[in-house]
């Protein structure tokens, strides 16, 4: 009774910690713009393929592989930690348990998948530890980014040890019936078949307690850490953009008034058309930014795999679109809580473009969309930086200088070129074909 007691008063604690960032992060979301969701069933499938088979990150094969373990593994796993707050808190031992193959399975996956878990952290400390990797060390990723990782891998291991501990003196305890098989657990608890069953009890008991809550303080941490993607890469997939990468997205309104200049007799068939108030063109700062965008950057793990491919950062420009998905993140941290307070025309003097994204980065960008098809959790990068430029372009008129030619030549000659319409078939003048155009 005393340990549900016990129990109860942690895991409400956790709760209400974990509360208190839901709300947080809910007055961010309030802060975003609409992004809207449709097609529910090819989301569905996209979800299962990018997440759930973790088809992206086979693009490198080895490393990709020991993610995939680890994510797998966490989904195994999960349904013990399932089982474990059952057990605090009705005071249940094992609760889930059924004769047969289905919980022993589970069990002995879970069993196998903690040990393979483990060797796959050690591989990741290891490499950001000593291999130069240069997706570890760009300009953008801070001494706390560092730290950030190296803490989460840190409670991961603590994790999987905790788990095999707990495992391990369970064997050794050997209740009857033994619930669950767990074949590494088994084998490790034969080197220690001589320890007292009183001790054997005692070290569960205490092994149960650390795992658990270790889980309680991982859920807490995850939110304000790089490995939230833990909880939200899975909904990410299923909210991706389902538009071809190349397919920009036009501002409805503009579209709308485009097309009645250049065909006002649409303006009867729609009435509506182009009476919208427009707050903002683009994307200036974070209450300009979808949910969808935020929903990014909350879900970027940092892992750099999207700069790694970029054409501009490569050249040596300043662009790196992992940086852009930080710095929403970071720049929604430093203002939402003041737009929360003081509502949403609150200003601090700062904003996304200008203080956190320059125009350079900005301009580097040739919306080749690799970032976009490298990242493992289909974070969309080029349509937020389109949107930034959008704001520079139609509010403030400042685009590099080779654009704003185009756009006089669109202006004037209803092409990108400084010549003419009615010069444009000029070239074919001497040769014998015969060509048409409107
Ligand atoms: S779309 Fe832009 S940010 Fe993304 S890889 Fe291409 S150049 Fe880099
Ligand atoms: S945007 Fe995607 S690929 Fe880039 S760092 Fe974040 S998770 Fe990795």
């Known amino acids: 009774m005393a340990k549900q007691i016990i129990f109860i008063i942690t895991l409400a604690l956790t709760l209400g910690v974990f509360a208190y960032t839901v709300r947080r992060l809910y007055y961010f979301f309030r802060i975003t713009k609409r992004f809207p969701i449709k097609n529910y069933a090819k989301r569905f499938w996209l979800m299962m393929n990018v997440s759930f088979l973790q088809t992206k990150i086979f693009r490198k094969p080895w490393i990709g592989f020991l993610h995939a373990l680890v994510f797998w593994g966490f989904c195994v796993i999960l349904l013990g930690s399932v089982e474990m707050i059952f057990d605090g808190l009705t005071g249940s031992e094992r609760a889930f348990y059924m004769e047969g193959f289905f919980y022993k399975f589970i069990f002995a996956s879970g069993d196998i998948f903690a040990l393979i878990i483990l060797f796959a952290i050690v591989v990741f400390i290891f490499r950001r530890l000593f291999l130069k990797i240069k997706r570890f060390s760009a300009r953008e990723l801070s001494h706390r980014n560092h730290i950030d990782a190296y803490v989460a891998l840190s409670l991961i291991l603590l994790l999987m040890v905790s788990l095999l501990a707990m495992n391990v003196f369970y064997c050794v305890e050997n209740p009857v019936p033994l619930k669950g098989f767990y074949p590494i657990s088994s084998f490790l608890a034969v080197y220690l078949k001589d320890m007292e069953h009183e001790s054997a009890v005692i070290l569960y008991e205490l092994s149960w307690w650390w795992h658990i809550l270790l889980i309680f303080l991982f859920a807490n941490i995850l939110p304000y850490s790089k490995h939230f993607h833990v909880f939200l890469s899975v909904p990410n997939t299923f909210f991706s953009r389902l538009d071809p990468l190349g397919k920009l997205p036009n501002m409805d309104t503009i579209t709308k008034e485009i097309k009645l200049m250049m065909n006002p007799e649409t303006a009867f068939a729609t009435p509506e058309s182009g009476t919208a108030v427009i707050e903002r063109f683009g994307v200036k700062d974070v209450e300009d930014i979808t949910w969808k965008n935020y929903f990014d950057s909350l879900c970027c793990t940092q892992c750099g795999r999207c700069s790694s491919v970029c054409p501009a950062n490569l050249t040596g420009k300043k662009l790196s679109p992992r940086k852009i998905m930080m710095d929403v993140r970071a720049r929604m ?106």
């Open 333 to 438: 941290n430093q203002k939402g809580p003041g737009i929360i307070k003081n509502g949403k025309d609150f200003d601090d003097g700062k904003s996304l473009l200008n203080n956190f994204i320059n125009k350079e980065e900005i301009w580097a960008c040739t919306t080749c969309n690799a970032c976009a098809k490298e990242c493992p959790v289909n974070i969309n990068q080029p349509t937020l930086i389109v949107d930034l430029r959008r704001f520079l372009v139609m509010e403030e008129s400042s685009a590099p200088s080779g654009l704003n030619l185009m756009f006089t030549n669109i202006t004037n000659n209803g092409a990108p070129w400084q010549f003419s319409p009615e010069d444009r078939m000029n070239w074919a003048k001497d040769l014998k074909i015969s060509c048409k155009y409107d």
